[in-house]
């Protein structure tokens, strides 16, 4: 995820990077977005996070 929208590659230069398929990295960095906006949109603490 970091390597697509931080680092502006695209998936398959990171596929390259961390060595799997560009439509495992397409799909592992839809999953981490959703994951993040689903974890800070609900306004509370993210679990783990100190207080």
């Known amino acids: 995820m ?3 929208y931080l680092g502006g590659l ?4 990171a596929a ?4 799997g398929t560009p439509e495992a990295v397409r799909r592992a960095a839809a999953d981490g977005v959703k994951t993040l906006r689903k974890r ?3 306004g509370g ?4 996070a100190p207080r």
């Open 10 to 13: 695209p998936h398959a230069e």
């Open 16 to 19: 390259e990077l961390i060595g």
């Open 45 to 48: 603490t993210p679990e783990g």
């Open 2 to 4: 970091a390597y697509h």
């Open 40 to 42: 800070y949109h609900a």
